[in-house]
């Protein structure tokens, strides 16, 4: 059996066999099917999520490195690559080719350069705020996304799009009070997460962009942002002081702290995958609803697994913030199935008139 990493490409994906020629697949297969994938993708997602914080801050640890975690993480990210390209050269699986191009390496620069601040203001947010805040931190996402792509690409946002995100910005505000009132807020963790969610909003729109130049293939663009990635971050791990304090470590030496490390990568790299999968067996929609699910549980297991308590206010607030991000999908789901339906009406009208006429003539 062969893993196709390459369904990730952008492009239209082809099948190497015929619909018909496959046996037809029953409802219940197609339900274990999918609710594989999504747990997959909720196991992989929260794991990472406690993993990163434990390598960012935990009293075990010790450790105030985050720059040089993140840089860890892109180099375990390129040697998988180099991985997955060695085995599908033995026929192993499918994965695009990681020679490396300068000329390519160049033109994704600027998109490395959005992915290095990006993950490196994740990783300050969630080394300064709680688990269970991280969600709320970063909720601003959509909001920026719809700013951005405003400015960037001058497409206007419905109005019943921006009611929802005023339900998002409302859960934001209330969680960021509600943080305070018991003590626990950081603000320089909560301005990172602004931070983080307008450069994620940025990344994600200059990923369209960049695609094309790499044949649209998510996998080889992977490749490259991370090797510019090793290369942007390799000065700024030194001017902040991450290596000294990296040196000095006391673990350094220690096996158990290179396979945190380690494992960090690569559950980052095979959440690229997994991500791509649960699109494939669902829907977009269904993954954002999914994700927003997976925030949920993730705020409750982080509530209780650090024992922590929090008032009625708190819970709304993410209540706010998860309902808000569902409903935006919800809307925007639609609007792409108006648009759709119209343009196919557009269509069929087209093709009548062509026909009455050639009839006519």
Same mark, same amino acid.
């Given at each position: 059996?062969?893993?196709?990493?390459g369904q990730?490409?952008?492009r239209?994906?082809?099948?190497d066999?015929?619909?018909?020629?496959?046996?037809?697949?029953?409802?219940?297969?197609?339900?274990?099917?999918?609710?594989g994938?999504?747990?997959?993708?909720?196991?992989?997602?929260?794991?990472?999520?406690f993993?990163?914080?434990?390598?960012?801050?935990?009293?075990?640890l010790?450790?105030?490195?985050?720059?040089?975690?993140?840089?860890?993480q892109?180099?375990?990210?390129?040697?998988?690559?180099?991985v997955?390209?060695?085995?599908?050269r033995?026929?192993?699986?499918?994965?695009?080719?990681?020679?490396?191009d300068?000329?390519?390496?160049?033109?994704?620069?600027?998109?490395?350069?959005?992915?290095?601040?990006?993950?490196?203001?994740?990783n300050?947010?969630?080394?300064s705020?709680?688990?269970?805040?991280?969600?709320?931190?970063?909720?601003?996402?959509?909001?920026?996304?719809?700013i951005?792509?405003?400015?960037?690409?001058?497409k206007?946002t419905s109005?019943?799009?921006?009611?929802?995100?005023?339900?998002?910005?409302? $859960?934001?505000?209330? $969680?960021?009070?509600?943080?305070?009132?018991v003590?626990?807020?950081?603000?320089i963790g909560?301005?990172?997460?602004v931070?983080?969610?307008?450069?994620?909003a940025?990344?994600?729109?200059?990923?369209?962009?960049?695609l094309?130049?790499?044949?649209?293939d998510?996998?080889?663009?992977?490749?490259?942002?991370?090797?510019?990635?090793?290369?942007?971050?390799?000065?700024?791990?030194?001017?902040?002081?991450?290596?000294?304090?990296?040196?000095?470590?006391?673990?350094?030496?220690?096996?158990?702290?290179?396979?945190?490390m380690?494992?960090?990568?690569?559950?980052?790299f095979?959440? $690229?995958?997994?991500?791509?999968?649960?699109?494939?067996v669902?829907?977009?929609?269904?993954?954002?609803?999914?994700?927003?699910a997976?925030?949920?549980?993730?705020?409750?297991?982080?509530?209780?697994?650090f024992?922590?308590?929090?008032?009625?206010?708190?819970?709304?607030?993410?209540?706010?913030?998860l309902?808000?991000?569902?409903?935006?999908?919800?809307?925007?789901?639609?609007?792409?199935?108006?648009?759709?339906?119209?343009?196919?009406?557009?269509?069929?009208?087209?093709?009548?008139?062509?026909?009455?006429?050639?009839?006519?003539?």
């Amino acid at each position: 059996m062969k893993f196709n990493f390459g369904q990730l490409s952008y492009r239209k994906m082809k099948t190497d066999e015929k619909d018909e020629d496959k046996p037809e697949e029953t409802l219940l297969t197609k339900y274990i099917r999918v609710v594989g994938v999504v747990a997959l993708y909720w196991t992989f997602s929260i794991s990472l999520v406690f993993v990163n914080k434990y390598l960012l801050k935990s009293d075990t640890l010790n450790l105030d490195a985050p720059l040089f975690v993140t840089f860890y993480q892109c180099v375990v990210t390129v040697l998988l690559c180099k991985v997955c390209d060695f085995a599908s050269r033995q026929g192993m699986l499918k994965f695009p080719s990681t020679t490396f191009d300068f000329k390519v390496s160049r033109e994704v620069l600027p998109l490395s350069i959005i992915f290095v601040s990006m993950i490196s203001f994740n990783n300050l947010c969630l080394k300064s705020v709680g688990v269970a805040f991280y969600t709320v931190a970063r909720s601003l996402v959509t909001i920026f996304s719809i700013i951005l792509t405003y400015f960037i690409l001058g497409k206007k946002t419905s109005v019943p799009a921006l009611l929802t995100c005023s339900v998002i910005i409302c $859960g934001f505000l209330l $969680g960021v009070n509600q943080e305070g009132e018991v003590g626990s807020l950081s603000v320089i963790g909560t301005i990172y997460g602004v931070i983080a969610s307008a450069l994620v909003a940025l990344n994600a729109i200059y990923i369209k962009k960049i695609l094309p130049l790499v044949d649209g293939d998510i996998w080889k663009l992977t490749f490259y942002n991370n090797v510019n990635a090793c290369g942007i971050f390799l000065p700024l791990i030194f001017i902040s002081g991450d290596v000294k304090e990296v040196v000095y470590f006391d673990g350094i030496f220690s096996l158990s702290f290179w396979m945190m490390m380690t494992l960090s990568g690569f559950m980052g790299f095979i959440m $690229g995958y997994v991500v791509g999968l649960e699109v494939k067996v669902t829907t977009p929609v269904t993954h954002n609803i999914s994700g927003v699910a997976k925030a949920c549980l993730q705020t409750v297991i982080a509530v209780m697994y650090f024992g922590q308590v929090k008032t009625a206010l708190w819970w709304l607030s993410n209540g706010l913030v998860l309902i808000g991000t569902g409903a935006y999908s919800g809307v925007k789901s639609w609007e792409m199935k108006v648009a759709y339906d119209r343009s196919e009406r557009e269509n069929l009208e087209k093709d009548f008139e062509s026909k009455k006429d050639s009839i006519a003539a």
